[in-house]
T-cell receptor, first 111, second 116 residues
Framework: EDQVTQSPEALRLQEGESSSLNCSYT??????LFWYRQDPGKGPEFLFT???AGEEKEKERLKATLTKKESFLHITAPKPEDSATYLC????????????FGTGTRLKVLA | GAGVSQSPSNKVTEKGKDVELRCDPI?????LYWYRQSLGQGLEFLIY????????KSGLPSDRFSAERTGGSVSTLTIQRTQQEDSAVYLC??????????????FGPGTRLLVL
């Protein structure tokens, strides 16, 4: 059964304090791994898609990496506006179009 | 608008009443998905529409839930005889559904449903 586990559940950082969020997954035939950002009261906002192990993508202070078992979302020198819940989802060959989501990491960046 | 839109933003209803939630996908996107997000839980897949194909309803939690998509565009999720456990955020997403690996789904703002 496809499964996604995110850690930590919550993370508090000082502004400028870099860190990483983890997404561990079990899926039969990975078609894609997706990172989203969700602000309170809003829908998930797309950040990255990763397709194969070794792939990396960057956007501003965020960098996503992928191995065969997990993905990391690295946040470099975060700012308070980076505070949000970060969601990870996978799409496996068996589930085709279905996304399997983790429960997210709530990030709070303090000024 | 360029994104997925949903209405209403918030809905408060009494137990036992029926509710309808609406989703307008991104223009040109042939695939449409409904998810449910409950407090402290991950997004849960409900139903998937692709063009004129029969929808995948495998995620609907009970026969009180149904959805339709008219003209390959707007979709309505209907919950009959609502129960308190139906309280959640209902999210709609759409994608191009091109036949490649891992097409990206784009989400709407959600409808927050509260059943009293």
């Amino acid at each position: 059964e496809d499964q996604v586990t995110q850690s930590p559940e919550a993370l508090r950082l000082q502004e400028g304090e870099s860190s990483s969020l983890n997404c561990s997954y079990t899926v039969s035939g990975l078609r894609g791994l997706f990172w989203y950002r969700q602000d309170p009261g809003k829908g998930p906002e797309f950040l990255f898609t990763l397709y194969s192990a070794g792939e990396e993508k960057e956007k501003e202070r965020l960098k996503a990496t992928l191995t065969k078992k997990e993905s990391f979302l690295h946040i470099t020198a975060p700012k308070p506006e980076d505070s949000a819940t970060y969601l990870c989802a996978v799409q496996g060959a068996s589930g085709t179009y279905k996304y399997i989501f983790g429960t997210g990491t709530r990030l709070k960046v303090l000024a | 608008g360029a994104g997925v839109s949903q209405s209403p933003s918030n809905k408060v209803t009494e137990k036992g009443k029926d509710v309808e939630l609406r989703c307008d996908p991104i223009s040109g996107h042939t695939a449409l998905y409904w998810y449910r997000q409950s407090l402290g839980q991950g997004l849960e897949f409900l139903i998937y529409f692709q063009g004129n194909s029969a929808p995948d309803k495998s995620g609907l939690p009970s026969d009180r839930f149904s959805a339709e998509r008219t003209g390959g565009s707007v979709s309505t999720l209907t919950i009959q005889r609502t129960q308190q456990e139906d309280s959640a955020v209902y999210l709609c997403a759409s994608s191009l559904a091109w036949r490649g690996p891992g097409e990206t789904q784009y989400f709407g703002p959600g409808t927050r449903l509260l059943v009293l």
